[in-house]
């Protein structure tokens, strides 16, 4: 039998020791192999760091990141932090891979290569039956694709679940991300954290939209990839104002009638990643948050219910894909809290999380499921027991 299990603790105090007192003690009687610090980005990282790696045992690993939001069990919060403790049936190695913003393929490799290191496995005998990898990048680089090309170049078929680590701060110039490895807090960096386990698990994805049927393909891009300038060959920002039956000026990603409303999936298989845009441009190009190709087909997506959606997740979609639920660890797009705020649904969607296994997670900038860079979409690591 092989199992993986979690404990978790939030605290909102914010003195660092008496915060690191505060969740340790919520964790008495458990001796975790891991834990996972998701703490909201106006804390002390340092400080905090250090008053809960004290308190650890001696071999108890570490990782997290700054957010834009906690979660567990019981809601979603602002200014809090959330522990994850786990324990059970599993190894686990980390890597740190830093300068992303100047070679972030380079960081994703060698963030990747120090995880293999640390868990005393070659690359090339990675299973991926028994291995999982977390990743969290400093989601303020927009780096991701790039860091995955990285992480996945000798591990093409390795499975990746994770995102961006975040900021609650609104202006774009005073936005900044920290990861936390161990004892180290960083930023612009990738941290990735190797599993390996006999125990069930699943990569896993959530989002409350459905498909239409209706396609559009990328007919021009400009030189940085992430600006669509065409759209069924016409001006990017009016074909797409002419398919949602609105205005230019509604399309902008939060607006109750626009990209958040209907963005656009990648199909893959049977399978729709969301790739949303972001912004409509004064040229009528669309921002992009991932990088675009000309000639790629996407599947234009609509609004469900979203409450009902991921609560269904919860209680049918994970028990299902992984025996015996035990843990999961969640990363939660912000885009998507905000635009839950705006609609009205925040509370409906927090109380989603009560029907999940025992869970810690993050707000995030931007997420990562297997090898792509996604948005709008909820990403969980969950384990079990067989």
């Known amino acids: 039998m092989a199992i993986v299990k979690m404990q978790t603790a939030r605290t909102t105090l914010s003195d660092p020791i008496a915060a690191a007192e505060d969740l340790l003690k919520q964790l ?22 250090r008053a809960v790696r004290e308190r650890l045992p001696a071999g108890t690993r570490l990782v997290g990141a700054t957010t834009n939001g906690e979660l567990d069990n019981q809601g979603i919060y602002r200014g809090n932090v959330v522990l994850g403790a786990l324990y059970g049936d599993f190894e686990v190695g980390l890597g740190l891979g830093t300068g992303l ?14 995880a293999a290191q640390d868990l005393g496995v070659r690359q090339q005998d ?5 291995f999982v990898g977390l990743v969290i990048d400093d989601g303020f680089r927009y780096k991701k694709e790039e860091l995955l090309l990285g992480i996945l170049e000798k591990n093409p078929a390795l499975i990746l679940v994770g995102g961006g680590a975040s900021d609650h701060e609104l202006d774009p110039a005073k936005q900044s991300a920290l990861l936390h490895v161990d004892g180290e807090v960083a930023t612009d960096c990738v941290l990735v954290a190797l599993f390996k386990t006999n125990a069930p698990w699943a990569a896993l994805r959530s989002h409350w939209y459905v498909p239409t049927g209706e396609r559009l393909v990328i007919t021009k891009v400009d030189e940085s990839a992430q600006r669509a300038l065409e759209i069924d060959g016409k001006p990017a920002a009016l074909r797409y104002s002419e398919l949602l039956g609105i205005p230019v ?36 190009s669309i921002l992009f948050a991932n990088l675009l ?10 609004l469900g219910d979203m409450a009902g959606l991921t609560r269904s997740f919860f209680q049918d ?12 660890l969640l990363f939660h797009c912000g885009g998507r809290m905000y635009y839950s705020h705006v ?10 999380l009560r029907h999940a296994p025992p869970a810690a997670g993050m707000n995030v900038n931007f997420e990562i499921y297997s090898g792509f860079h996604i948005n709008t979409t909820l990403t969980v690591l969950a384990f079990g027991g067989n």
């Open 293 to 302: 190709e000309e000639g790629t087909e996407l599947e234009l997506m609509k």
């Open 317 to 328: 979609e994970l028990p299902r894909r992984v025996q015996n639920p035990q843990a999961a």
């Open 28 to 49: 008495e009687g458990v001796t975790p192999k891991l834990v996972t610090l998701f703490a909201s980005r106006d804390r002390d990282q340092q400080a905090l760091n």
């Open 126 to 130: 990675i299973d991926s039956r028994k």
């Open 343 to 352: 609609v009205g649904t925040t509370a409906q969607l927090a109380d989603t």
């Open 249 to 284: 000026e509604e399309l902008e990603y939060g607006k109750p009638r626009g990209f958040a409303a209907q963005p656009t999936a990648l199909k893959v298989g049977r399978e729709y990643f969301i790739r949303s845009p972001w912004k409509a441009l004064p040229d009528h």
């Open 101 to 114: 913003t100047l070679d972030a393929v380079g960081a994703g490799a060698m963030a990747m290569k120090r």
